[in-house]
């Protein structure tokens, strides 16, 4: 797809032995400010994010209808709703920052 590197938001226990590492690592930073424990990387050229500052910027796509998103769960078979402790963990690393 002609792509360099990957950002994304991950559980790091989830992602590292795949080569995921902390965002912090490639100074990849979210809105210019901080580098969330959950926002991952992964170069796919070697040394492409070296010695560089980054913003990541979050894609327009991100951004749904929720009210569509229901609608359209609905054309499938339903499933019981239930909490995850991973859930939580996610949440946790989503919402934690390092300086």
Known sequence: ???????????????????FKSSKKYNILFKNKIYPSAMLAKELK??????????????????????????FDKLFEKMEKKYMTSQEVFYIMSNSKMV
């Open 46 to 71: 070697e040394n492409v994010l070296a010695g560089r500052k980054w913003s990541y910027i979050e894609s327009e796509v991100m951004k749904f209808d929720e009210e569509k998103a229901e609608e």
């Open 1 to 19: 797809m002609g792509y360099d590197f990957i950002v994304i938001y991950g559980a790091p226990s989830n992602y590292v032995s795949s080569g």
